[in-house]
């Protein structure tokens, strides 16, 4: 059974501050990882992608990978109210599978 | 990216009826994928869309409940049949074009809320 774990918060930041987003995978054949951001009464907005052990920065966002712990994580520096939303962390297994296994999200509120 | 429409955005239908949600994508890709999003969890994956083959179910959901088609590489139908008020959800479309613009990347229509009552 793949799960993808995430804290379900809410997690609350003032505005300016900088939003730390975890996740862990139970599958260690996972290749890719990916944070979707989810409105209330919207679809799911692919964010931030990583493949490689590391960071990888897109503007205010950067996602971590550490394959070895089996952990990923976002940072959203500088948070606005408008980052206010649920994020999901999503991980697809090798092998040829474009299964996605999401976890169950992480609310993030940013307080003005 | 593509745009993806679905249709209809949402619906409130009575028990043991049958509801066909579309999804429409401005380009060809190759993949396309059902979700379902419980109130309050996480997405699940109900099938993947072949174009020119029958769908691919995961665990626990079967064909008889969810027929799915794919008559072309822009566009697909998934059916909940015989729905009672647990079908309530919101149904989600994804795509993903293995050959080019969106490699391993998903990216979700705006979905179907349903209710069932």
């Known amino acids: 059974q793949k799960e993808v774990e995430q804290n379900s918060g809410p997690l609350s930041v003032p505005e300016g501050a900088i939003a730390s987003l975890n996740c862990t995978y139970s599958?260690?054949?996972?290749?890719?990882f990916f944070w979707y951001r989810q409105y209330s009464g919207k679809s799911p907005e692919l964010i931030m992608s990583?493949?490689?052990?590391g960071d990888k920065e897109d503007g205010r966002f950067t996602a971590q990978l550490n394959k070895a712990s089996q952990y990923v994580s976002l940072l959203i520096r500088d948070s606005q109210p408008s980052d206010s939303a649920t994020y999901l962390c999503?991980?697809?297994?090798?092998?040829?599978?474009?299964?996605?296994?999401f976890g169950k999200g992480t609310k993030l509120s940013v307080i003005p | 990216s593509a745009v993806i429409s679905q249709k209809p955005s949402r619906d409130i239908c009575q028990r043991g009826t049958s509801l066909t949600i579309q999804c429409q994508v401005d380009?060809?890709?190759?993949?396309m994928f059902w979700y379902r999003q419980q109130p309050g969890q996480s997405l699940t994956l109900i099938a993947t869309?072949?174009?020119?083959?029958?769908?691919?179910?995961e665990s626990g959901f079967v064909i008889d409940k969810f027929p799915i088609s794919r008559p072309n590489l822009t566009f697909s139908t998934l059916t909940v049949s015989n729905m009672s008020p647990e079908d309530s959800s919101i149904y989600l479309c994804?795509?993903?074009?293995?050959?080019?613009?969106?490699?391993?990347?998903?990216?979700f229509g705006p979905g179907t809320r349903l209710t069932v009552l």
């Open positions: 994804s795509v993903e074009d293995t050959t080019g613009w969106s490699y391993n990347e998903q990216f």
């Open positions: 599958d260690r054949g996972s290749q890719s």
């Open positions: 990583i493949y490689s052990n």
């Open positions: 999503a991980v697809r297994s090798g092998a040829g599978s474009y299964q996605l296994t």
């Open positions: 380009s060809q890709v190759t993949m």
């Open positions: 869309a072949n174009q020119g083959s029958e769908a691919t179910y």
